[in-house]
């Protein structure tokens, strides 16, 4: 085919975000029949969706007739925010995350997770994107860097790198070349300062200590380029004291960061503790008056199980299986 049929396809796929190749009008009829010989676009509506007190709307998508996983829409008062997963399930078993708990079915294709974003009815609305759903982004590095490509490149969806944020727990090599590629925003889960501790809640942490990971943040540069926050999952008399913050701001000390608690949602098979909103004030304080800043996020979705760490799609197996 002539070189330029593939910028009339990309401004098909991504701009018109046709469903069909039969769509694609200024392509021959030839062309379009060879297409459809070897090809298909692989746009695919979400299967349910359940809508929060708050708000915040929760997809459900099938992969492969086989898998399920889970989108979260979070809209604001200047933002809309789409919550999308990078694997079915994950392997990192961190203890606090029902997904985690999940075990790992599969990874994603390029074309699951941009479906996630063109295929809810808000897609039109969204101004930012948070790879925070199921999975680990950097443990499915090759697919996130194609996904990252389409939504940054002019013959895609020419967002802003600055819209992107990529949340992972630090698997070092992958976390490099993520760096390295791209210029995206960066979440690195922390939940904890000490290593001990942070191994028996994030496994990974034996490998890839939280030490190495801020040792490799520390070589970029953070302040003008892009931004990096540090995600930290609150337990109740566990890691929510100032021993815990001031050991915290020691790690963190020179990095131009944001510091965001989080709010633990116990759930039925674990026995960590929530933490009280006294104790999380106390510890923001704490990093704020150390020129750290600090946040609590506010928790959306928790009502209908779509708030941090509480993705699952076990029993969807029950009721969507094809």
């Not at 069909?20 to 009008?25: F, L, V, Y």
């Not at 349910?48 to 086989?66: C, E, P, T, V, W």
């Not at 990971?213 to 953070?222: E, R, S």
Request: proline share 4%; charged share 25%.
């Amino acid at each position: 085919m002539p070189t330029f049929t593939a910028k009339q396809i990309a401004n098909w796929l991504y701009k018109r975000r046709v469903s069909s190749i039969e769509e694609m009008t200024n392509i021959s009829l030839l062309h379009r029949k060879q297409l459809n010989e070897h090809y298909y676009i692989g746009k695919k509506e979400y299967l349910y969706k359940q809508k929060s007190m708050d708000g915040a709307i929760k997809y459900l998508f099938s992969i492969n007739n086989r898998h399920f996983i889970e989108s979260v829409y979070i809209p604001e008062k200047a933002r809309a925010t789409l919550c999308v997963s990078s694997q079915i399930g994950c392997k990192m078993h961190c203890l606090f995350c029902t997904t985690g708990r999940q075990g790992f079915e599969g990874q994603l294709t390029t074309g699951d997770i941009i479906n996630q974003i063109i295929s809810i009815p808000e897609s039109a609305s969204l101004t930012n994107l948070v790879f925070m759903g199921m999975g680990e982004p950097l443990d499915n590095i090759e697919v996130l860097l194609k996904s990252l490509e389409i939504l940054t490149a002019n013959y895609g969806f020419a967002w802003s790198p600055k819209r992107i944020t990529i949340s992972t727990v630090g698997i070092i090599p992958e976390l490099k070349r993520l760096l390295e590629e791209t210029k995206v925003r960066l979440a690195i889960s922390v939940h904890s300062p000490f290593h001990a501790e942070r191994m028996s809640w994030i496994p990974i942490e034996k490998k890839y200590p939280i030490k190495k990971i801020i040792g490799l943040i520390q070589q970029y540069n953070f302040r003008f380029q892009r931004r990096v926050s540090f995600e930290y999952i609150t337990f109740g008399r566990l890691n929510d004291d100032i021993k815990h913050a001031s050991a915290l701001f020691r790690l963190l000390k020179g990095i131009p960061c944001r510091v965001n608690l989080i709010k633990y949602h116990p759930q039925q098979d674990t026995v960590l503790p929530a933490s009280d909103l006294k104790n999380m004030i106390a510890f923001r304080n704490y990093l704020n008056s150390k020129k750290i800043i600090c946040t609590i996020r506010s928790s959306r979705g928790e009502d209908i199980s779509a708030a941090c760490g509480m993705l699952s799609t076990k029993k969807n197996k029950r009721n969507f299986l094809f």
